[in-house]
């Protein structure tokens, strides 16, 4: 087997692969000086909505500000709680508590993806809403959660800060409930060069509300209707990510055509579980914007994985929102703690090659059949 190198990211490739056209794209915009609130930021945020099917969408500074600005517009009161799945960056359950709210982490299912007997378990009288993650670019199964929310008499907003694209039931990440995030982090399937994020709106009160919020308290006429603050997404990069949308159904493709080379090549192993292959008749479609496994000897092969110089992650360095009891969470899931004893993602991006993948394969394999 020839070596390679497959480094896990590399940031300097989002730059350098396509150098000649951003630097264009940086010299149009900069020079016209539309920096801040201008054409190619709303332009994009016309073409997010489209793209995902919702009224309005609002860039702002990161999916982490999109949840808290969301939170503030629904008039969240003090010691209200939401309900989310461990499995998630912490950032989800910061932002309910810059908020005022109470974050409430719940074990994972059998998908790894909010389990759904849990949420209905942590439901009390506090509790005011559901914040599903839509991880790795899978949407939950929104029929379910939609059906307890309804009983119960909660919102639901989506963290689909990992899941633009993704889809269930045909129907787009983030547009399943009152509003939802998204993120344009740089290592996202959609990502800028720094910070950014968004949020998705159907309701017209509620976007002038986000939109107040993200800016000062001034409503797209000017206007200042309430304190607000300043998160507002960069116009050069809104300018990026609108050339990078018009390409994203062939980025998406190429990542399920990647997540099926894997399947291919390592379903035989009974040492890991994999994540479902990507499907067109399946009620997900998946955007893989990572590739998360579980495996034996997770650390182990971590390790000779690493001497082989292919480079791996293991999610939100290991922990589950649960997992921060200086933060005060005091929950005990038995499901997260088993998965982050085994996670580890592999290679997932639009750098990697067939060779590449067929050499993470072949090497992964060499780990466990001696
Ligand atoms: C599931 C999830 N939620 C929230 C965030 C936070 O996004 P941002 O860094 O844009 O605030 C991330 C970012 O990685 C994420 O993966």
């Known amino acids: ?46 073409e997010l909505a489209k793209y995902t099917g919702v009224n309005y969408s609002v860039g702002v500074g990161n999916a982490t500000d999109a949840m808290e600005i969301f939170l503030e517009a629904i ?18 359950a910061s932002a309910i508590k810059f908020a005022g709210g109470v974050p409430v982490p719940v074990d994972i299912g059998e998908d790894n993806l909010i389990c759904t007997d849990s949420i209905e378990n942590s439901i009390t009288s506090n509790t005011i809403g559901i914040m599903p993650t839509q991880l790795n670019g899978r949407v ?6 939609i059906k307890i929310a309804q009983k119960n008499n909660l919102f639901i907003v989506e963290d689909a800060a990992q899941a633009l694209g993704a889809k269930f039931k045909g129907k787009h990440a983030g547009t399943f409930g009152l509003a939802s995030c998204i993120s344009f982090f740089p290592a996202k399937v959609l990502g800028c060069f720094g910070d950014a994020g968004g949020v998705l709106v159907n309701d017209k009160n509620l976007y002038h509300k986000i939109f107040q919020l993200h800016d000062h308290g001034r409503d797209i006429d000017g206007e200042v209707k309430r304190w607000g603050r300043n998160s507002r997404l960069d116009n ?47 009620n997900h479609f998946d955007v893989y914007q990572n590739y998360e496994i579980t495996a034996d000897k997770r650390d182990d092969l971590k390790d000779y994985l690493n001497e082989k ?5 293991i999610q939100w360095g290991g922990k589950g929102v649960h997992h921060f009891r200086q933060l005060g969470f005091t929950q005990k899931l038995p499901k997260t703690d088993k998965f982050f004893e085994r996670c580890i993602m592999l290679p997932m991006n639009m750098f990697i090659s067939n060779e590449d993948v067929d050499y993470i394969c072949e090497t992964v394999k060499s780990f466990y059949i001696k």
């Open 1 to 46: 087997m020839m070596t390679r190198k497959i480094p896990f990211f590399e940031y300097p490739r989002l730059w350098t692969d396509s150098k000649q056209e951003y630097i264009s794209i940086f010299d149009h915009v900069a020079s016209s000086g539309g920096f801040i609130l201008q054409k190619d930021l709303a332009d994009f945020e016309t």
């Open 236 to 282: 050069l990069q809104a300018a990026i990510l609108r050339h990078k949308l018009k390409n994203y159904d062939k980025v998406i493709e190429r990542r399920r055509e990647v997540a099926q080379m894997y399947q291919d090549r390592l379903n035989d192993l009974s040492e890991l579980q994999l994540p479902p292959p990507p499907s067109t008749t399946s």
């Open 309 to 313: 110089n292919i480079g791996t992650l």
């Open 140 to 145: 939950c199964d929104m029929d379910k959660i």
């Open 75 to 92: 008039g969240l009161n003090k010691g209200d709680e939401i309900i989310i799945s461990s499995h998630t960056m912490l950032a989800t």
